[in-house]
């Protein structure tokens, strides 16, 4: 399979209060492939920063934007998401990634994604757990991947963003073999549809998956090993691939291991 473009988020400039600008700067000497910027309502409110941002990124094969909040009525009605998509109308490739809301029903998640894709460009919508335990875990996930197959069935285009590590996160009470498991369901799941599969990736040597437990990917607890096997046998369609660290050397091992995993010569 070749080789999806590698980037960064802007978490990585951590110590220069997430700026972009620091995160474009980087990507760019690391010859990194894309970025993701987290757009917080101070932020949208910067003009010269958001002029930079729109600059900057014209360097990129693509620059995915993280919105605040959660798929929900909240955000449909926020002024967040009114200024949101006043930045967003201003670019050549529109795109926001917000997060799943396990709260809201299955016809509601529908009826939003009808609302909010008419003038926004690409939406991508990342796996998030509210509740713990195993139960909440497993009818939220089957609630997201139901929310792409009727989105597809209605004619309402949206996206996904599996964040992996968070699959493994202590609170869900997975075994290793059941989130393992239920890993291969969901990259199958948009594999055998060939719907582009954006991944955000992370290792950590706790379950915990705090900040101060991340360490290169293929180092920690995360089975990536098992994981990158299985997506070379079965070739998804990785739109890309994400590094969500606080720092800037975890991101660059990370990147030769997704290459020496997915075979690069």
């Known amino acids: 399979?070749?080789?999806?473009?590698?980037?960064?988020?802007?978490s990585i400039?951590?110590?220069?209060?997430?700026?972009?600008?620091?995160?474009?700067?980087f990507a760019r000497q690391g010859s990194f492939e894309?970025?993701?910027?987290?757009?917080?309502?101070?932020?949208?409110e910067q003009a010269e920063t958001l002029a930079s941002i729109r600059s900057e990124g014209?360097?990129?094969?693509?620059?995915?934007?993280?919105a605040e909040g959660f798929l929900n009525e909240d955000f449909l009605k926020s002024e967040y998401r009114t200024a949101l998509y006043r930045f967003l109308s201003s670019l050549k490739s529109p795109n926001y990634i917000i997060?799943?809301?396990?709260?809201?029903?299955?016809?509601?998640?529908?009826?939003?994604?009808?609302i909010l894709s008419k003038d926004a460009g690409k939406i991508y919508i990342e796996n998030y757990f509210l509740s713990p335990g195993k139960v909440a875990a497993e009818k939220?996930?089957?609630?997201?991947?139901?929310?792409?197959?009727?989105?597809?069935?209605?004619?309402?285009?949206?996206?996904?963003?599996?964040?992996?590590?968070?699959?493994?996160?202590?609170?869900?009470e997975f075994s290793l073999e059941e989130a393992l498991e239920w890993c291969y369901q969901i990259l199958n799941f948009f594999g055998n549809r060939n719907i582009p599969l954006l991944l955000h990736l992370i290792d950590t040597t706790s379950t915990d998956i705090s900040r101060f437990s991340f360490c290169a990917l293929g180092s920690g607890c995360i089975p990536y090993d098992a994981i990158f096997k299985f997506i070379r046998?079965?070739?998804p369609n990785l739109a890309g691939v994400i590094l969500e660290y606080e720092d800037k050397i975890n991101p660059l091992k990370s990147r030769?291991?997704?290459h020496q995993a997915l075979g690069k010569p």
């Open 1 to 10: 399979m070749s080789l999806p473009p590698v980037g960064v988020a802007n």
């Open 13 to 25: 400039s951590a110590n220069f209060q997430f700026d972009p600008l620091d995160t474009f700067q």
């Open 34 to 44: 894309i970025v993701q910027i987290y757009l917080n309502r101070e932020l949208l």
């Open 58 to 66: 014209a360097g990129f094969q693509e620059v995915y934007f993280h």
């Open 99 to 114: 997060h799943f809301d396990e709260r809201a029903n299955i016809d509601k998640l529908i009826r939003l994604v009808e």
């Open 140 to 172: 939220n996930l089957k609630k997201y991947l139901a929310l792409f197959t009727l989105s597809t069935n209605f004619g309402h285009t949206v996206y996904p963003v599996f964040d992996i590590p968070r699959i493994f996160h202590r609170d869900l």
């Open 233 to 235: 046998k079965t070739a």
């Open 256 to 258: 030769d291991y997704i």
